[in-house]
């Protein structure tokens, strides 16, 4: 109610731009605020360190590639020694936006999931011990901590807190889509205009809403027909141990998901006009015809934002002290 | 001669810092002239690419990683599921200045060079044919190709060539050394001129000299002393098969050797005091005391220069058509 008033108030200061806006399911990105900039670019060392991996070969970008829109572009990811993964990557870029995180949401926020894949034998291949002991044995990352935190002494919670504090800089703001929402009329085409009306009258937006339109909600993969996953994972029934979760996942972001293909968690589809047509089916039991998929196609495309635009970090060299990469070693 | 009399006419004049350029044997580092900025580009797409391997996964920067002085820091390195190198990756900084590329010289430039890992099916594991498969599928490539070489038809010739152009900005000036050598009295320490002046005296200097401050002779590994290698590289011997070129290496660059461990063609010494005694023992049949050994170690550290200083690459992303990577397909 107070939405409304407010909306309609401001509809009479005659600002269509902020009508546009609050009255549509999706809502614009913001720009990041960065409050913290030396802690965000420890993060970014670290996100782009392979020697967090036991292999000094993997970093978190080597999955979360912030040159292809923050995932690896792989049906499922590369670990440890060649170690297939057993879901799809998720993209990193507005995924300070999501409910929790991973496909389950078994962590809570960004923190809690960089401590993952550093220690899963089957990802980074670390422990959080040798990783944290790494990092201390750098006399300049030392000092990086130091100033960010006021000691010397290095644990996992400042590493992923650090991590953290860099991925919540990596949203996409000003897609066209986002242009659009705030006013400007030409921002769009007739057909991306089509397509985004679609998405709305089908029932996508009832999952795929807000700034991120999705990752505010689990829900089960397959409502009306049942999908057959080439993953093993169970969604959130793994967190919960509910029956009532089997098969529920986090909604993906659809932000950029023109670069975040292969689609769903199990990175079966390549294609956005297979997923649209896959989640039509099985969602919300529909079959959309060439040209209705093609015109939610090309509005899905009008969501790419603004790519991550840094400097490609420099790293500090080992010392004599620090533990060695093990790429080879015997598991 | 030439040199000799225009150095003199310039000291007369009274530029002692000219004078200083001209009479050492190692020479300061130019910046890279960019004379083909979009082919540049082009090349640092490339060079971050992952889809010109077969995996998807690996590119250029895997394994020279210009966060990490444009090497893997790993002993040997990782390929294609996980393959086990033969041999130590060497820096692509200032690779340019080399006399030829791979530590046997068997690419005479960086373009020669370039196409090798692609279609090596222990490193990326792809081939020449379906490296370009895949940047042709892609329209945003096209584009930047055409623009490049003014054809549609993208050929592996225009990929190397591009990587290439890339990898000739990637030199690193302004280290300290390169200040004291242009005249800047106070850039080195008295323990970093000792260090160079033990350097020169004592031989290091007879293959580790100009610009590149090596790179440009091949000389054998166990001059003095045999190398017990634990690579079963020969060397320039794999070139020429001659026996005078058995275990016969091109000279690496010492350019930012404080960032380039492990070092030798094996990668088997970590330490930049390892480094420095084995060559003294093996080479020159010297050793050094632990004071010399400091000397020289600091006065090596003092060749860090300007890293790769740009924007991490926003790379297009793959079409309908664009060949599906395969990481874990059996070889």
Redesign the interface.
């Known amino acids: 109610m107070k939405t409304h008033i407010l909306a309609a108030s401001i509809a009479l200061a005659g600002t269509s731009l902020a009508w546009a806006t609050t009255e549509e399911p999706i809502k614009p990105i913001l720009a990041a605020k960065v409050t913290d900039p030396a802690l965000v670019e420890l993060g970014k060392k670290l996100f782009?360190?392979?020697?967090l991996s036991k292999?000094?070969?993997i970093s978190c970008n080597?999955c979360h590639?912030?040159?292809?829109?923050g995932t690896?572009?792989?049906k499922t990811s590369?670990g440890h020694?060649?170690n297939?993964g057993p879901i799809n990557a998720p993209t990193v870029l507005n995924s300070s936006l999501s409910l929790a995180q991973f496909w389950d949401g078994r962590a809570k926020d960004l923190q809690a999931q960089a401590g993952g894949p550093i220690d899963n034998p089957g990802e980074m291949g670390s422990t959080h011990g040798l990783a944290v002991a790494v990092l201390q044995s750098m006399p300049a990352y030392v000092a990086d901590f130091r100033k960010s935190f006021g000691q010397d002494k290095i644990n996992i919670e400042q590493v992923t807190k650090a991590i953290a504090a860099f991925e919540e800089t990596l949203v996409t703001p000003n897609s066209r889509f986002d242009l659009w929402l705030k006013g400007d009329q030409k921002a769009l085409s007739g057909k991306e205009l089509a397509g985004y009306k679609l998405f709305k009258d089908s029932g996508c937006v009832a999952c795929h809403n807000g700034p991120a339109v999705g990752g505010n909600s689990y829900q089960k993969m397959g409502v009306v027909a049942p999908y057959q996953a080439s993953s093993p994972a169970e969604g959130r029934f793994a967190v919960t141990r509910k029956e009532a979760d089997r098969f529920n996942f986090k909604v993906p972001t659809l932000r950029n998901v023109?670069?975040t293909?292969p689609y769903f968690h199990d990175g079966a589809v390549?294609?956005l006009?297979e997923a649209v047509d896959t989640m039509g089916r099985i969602q919300l039991g529909k079959k959309f015809t060439s040209e209705e998929n093609a015109s939610i196609v090309a509005f899905l495309k009008t969501l790419t934002g603004d790519?991550?635009?840094?400097?490609?970090?420099?790293?500090p060299?080992?010392s004599?002290t620090t533990p060695?990469?093990q790429?080879?070693a015997k598991k």
């Not at 782009?48 to 020697?51: A, I, L, Y």
């Not at 790519?307 to 790293?315: G, R």
């Open positions: 782009f360190d392979p020697r292999s000094g070969f080597s590639n912030l040159s292809m829109g690896d572009n792989l590369i020694q060649w297939q023109e670069l293909y390549n294609t006009r790519q991550p635009d840094f400097k490609l970090p420099a790293l060299p080992s004599e060695k990469p790429p080879f």
